[in-house]
């Protein structure tokens, strides 16, 4: 199962969690030309590995495991797809 980010990252991007990303799945990076383009950063369900490292480097608790997931944050899995389908 993957992980996803929520909102709680809106407007914060902090990419620690991107730092611990032992497969690079989670973007943009603060050096790719989308990172000022968006409002929160973004995990590839394709190619997340369900580590988990992620939830515990983000300072905001925005990160969950599908399985995790509150119902009421379920639109973020389809906003972290589409992030990777453009």
């Known amino acids: 199962m993957p992980h996803y980010i929520t909102e709680a990252c809106i407007g914060v991007k902090d990419s620690s969690c991107v730092d611990v990303c032992p497969v690079d799945c989670i ?5 790719e030309p989308d990172f000022a383009k968006v409002e929160m950063l973004f ?3 394709d190619t997340c590995i369900d580590c988990g ?13 599908e399985d ?3 119902d009421h944050l379920a639109p973020f899995i389809e906003k972290n797809a589409a992030y990777y389908r453009k």
């Open 68 to 70: 995790d997931l509150p």
């Open 43 to 45: 995990i590839n369900p």
């Open 53 to 65: 490292l992620c939830i515990d480097e983000c300072p905001v608790d925005a990160i969950f495991n």
């Open 27 to 31: 973007h943009p990076r603060k050096d």
